[in-house]
């Protein structure tokens, strides 16, 4: 089946511009994850997800980021007033299984964000 | 609390020679570990993971690694490097809930 899917793969936007990233997990998957890579650097956890409710906000930077997964399935991270710390790859990851399995998590392409 | 060292950030080899990519984690609790393999411009694919039952795992592309408590590490080796396994390979830590935590990664380059 299609794995993980983000869009934009790419996004330039000018500082103090609002984002959106869309997340399509794998079909049936309970778990979504997000996740903040910036250049050099391994990912960082931004939030999770079991079905719509979001179970973990601890690692968002900042209250200009906001995510969401109203019916369980596609999730979208919104950034307001983007600054140029925030330019970095979002990547998306989903697990079949649920917060207190340790379940393979299966990563999108990611989307590189720039913000000038 | 969880972490992940990854010892060198490079790391080249001749095509052909050994691939030792090293991992140390600490845990207060017996944790799960992974490799991911991620190629320019595309998300992490998992290589292998461990998760308390064999302690050598064997990954796809002939990738495997050893879980060592004594000396808390999860080395990655392959014995016969390719051009293709050029990439940047990173560790990563569970403490047995949904949680990773990630290595800062190692990008490994192949020589011709």
């Known amino acids: 089946g299609a794995g993980v899917s983000q869009s934009p793969r790419y996004k330039v936007a000018k500082r103090g511009q609002d984002v959106a990233l869309r997340c399509d997990p794998i079909?049936?998957?309970?778990?979504l994850f997000w996740y903040q890579q910036a250049l050099g650097q391994g990912p960082e956890f931004l939030t999770y997800?079991?079905?719509?409710?979001?179970?973990?906000k601890s690692g968002l930077p900042s209250d200009r980021f906001f995510a969401e997964r109203p019916e369980g399935s596609v999730s979208t991270l919104k950034i307001q007033r983007t600054q140029q710390e925030d330019s970095a790859v979002y990547l998306c990851?989903?697990?079949?299984?649920?917060?207190?399995?340790?379940?393979?998590?299966?990563f999108g392409p990611g989307t590189r964000l720039l913000v000038l | 609390a969880q972490s992940v060292t990854q010892l060198g950030s490079h790391v080249s080899v001749s095509e052909g020679a050994l691939v030792l990519l090293r991992c140390n984690y600490s845990?207060?609790?017996?944790?799960?570990l992974f490799w991911y393999v991620q190629y320019p411009n595309q998300g992490l694919q998992l290589l292998l993971k461990?998760?308390?039952?064999?302690?050598l795992v064997k990954g796809i592309n002939g990738f495997e690694a050893e879980f060592k408590k004594s000396e808390t590490s999860f080395h990655l080796t392959k014995p016969s490097a390719h051009m293709s396994d050029a990439a940047e390979y990173f560790c990563?830590?569970?403490?047995?809930?949904?949680?990773?935590?990630f290595g800062t990664g190692t990008r490994l380059k192949v020589l011709a």
């Open positions: 079909s049936g998957h309970v778990s």
């Open positions: 990851a989903s697990s079949l299984v649920g917060p207190d399995t340790v379940g393979t998590q299966y």
């Open positions: 461990y998760t308390s039952a064999a302690t």
């Open positions: 845990s207060s609790v017996p944790p799960y």
């Open positions: 997800f079991q079905n719509e409710a979001q179970l973990d």
């Open positions: 990563a830590a569970s403490g047995g809930t949904y949680k990773y935590i």
